[in-house]
């Protein structure tokens, strides 16, 4: 049942507060982050914030009991029953509803929760379990992307830093694209190893085929991230610094572009190579104002891709080391802690 949430963006904002902290959070901080941002002082003191989230937490509620009225699941007498009501709040901590579903962030955290618990307990190291595998492919087939990225794009004015604070919804927009792209690594390790099975050379044609058949998919999801990983400057693991080492994302989306084309090129698909190189390169120079230059061991790799014409020479260059020692999500992640708390 569609429900209209009318013109004022701050509305959306919102609900979407309340869908990425499911555990509820404390009025003065959803006051703060959601109705204070960007305001300046005469008009962010709790009593103008307050009143700004009374109204339109009742403006949404008549919302909903119109979209009711008119699927004829209420009548003009009734009120909004109580089991409908799309906020609840209990000791100063405010929620969504137990009855609101987000259906598709609670996948996404659910598959890598699975991700997460097989990584800590070390079962990664040598190879993909197909548990994994499943949970990778679900968490990618439910992100329908960025976190509020039309409202970001809508409206850019909201969401800018303000007082050398970033807008709340940077975390959730980083946060998110963290556990896709991890997802599409997943995936593709999974694919590389099972064609590393097969032996090299593979003993039979049909060995042969369901090798580049494996590789070929591998090399679509690494694709696939090197793309994804840099596409706005709002993900605050993408960054250019002059004279510093580029952010998380720019080093991974390198290294997936890496061995995309290297396995592109095992399976003799220079095409592919240049279709992908030329995509990558205007994005970076666009996404960085012209400021990102690939990496020695990028350009190096990118013509042995492209001199490539036996199909299993190349897929050996690429090391067990390089393998199975991939970057540490871990210490990355501690990194990235230890910047912001810094």
Not at 204 to 214: D, I, N, T
Request: proline letters at 5%.
């Amino acid at each position: 049942m569609p429900v209209s949430l009318g013109t004022y963006p701050k509305r959306q904002e919102l609900l979407a507060y309340l869908a990425w902290n499911r555990q509820g959070v404390p009025r003065d901080q959803l006051l703060e982050e959601v109705f204070g941002h960007g305001q300046p002082d005469e008009e962010a003191h709790a009593q103008k914030l307050g009143e700004r989230f009374d109204s339109h937490r009742k403006i949404l509620r008549r919302r909903v009991r119109e979209a009711l009225i008119l699927q004829g699941l209420l009548t003009e007498r009734e009120a909004l029953p109580a089991a409908l009501d799309p906020f609840a709040s209990e000791g100063g901590i405010w929620r969504l509803a137990s009855g609101c579903q987000v259906i598709d962030l609670e996948v996404i955290q659910g598959s890598y929760a699975v991700l997460m618990k097989m990584r800590k307990e070390g079962l990664l190291v040598q190879e993909v379990p197909r548990e994994v595998v499943r949970a990778c492919e679900e968490l990618v087939a439910a992100y329908r992307g960025d976190f509020l990225a039309s409202y970001i794009q809508r409206y850019p004015e909201l969401v800018q830093p303000w007082e050398g604070r970033s807008s709340w919804i940077r975390k959730p927009f980083t946060q998110g694209r963290d556990w896709y792209l991890e997802a599409l690594w997943w995936l593709g390790e999974a694919a590389w190893r099972e064609g590393l099975t097969f032996g090299s050379p593979p003993p039979s044609e049909l060995a042969l085929r369901q090798q580049r058949q494996a590789f070929a998919r591998a090399a679509q999801r690494y694709a696939d991230y090197a793309l994804g990983a840099c596409t706005t400057r709002f993900d605050s693991k993408v960054s250019f610094g002059p004279g510093s080492e580029p952010g998380e994302r720019v080093l991974m989306s390198e290294r997936a572009l890496r061995r995309a084309v290297l396995l592109w090129g095992s399976l003799g698909q220079t095409g592919q190579v240049d279709q992908l190189w030329r995509a990558y390169w205007s994005q970076m120079r666009k996404v960085s104002d012209r400021r990102w230059e690939p990496r020695r061991e990028t350009l190096a790799d990118l013509e042995t891709a492209r001199a490539q014409t036996n199909a299993y020479r190349l897929a050996l260059q690429l090391s067990q080391q390089e393998a199975f020692n991939l970057f540490s999500w871990s210490s990355l992640a501690e990194k990235s802690q230890g910047s912001e708390q810094s």
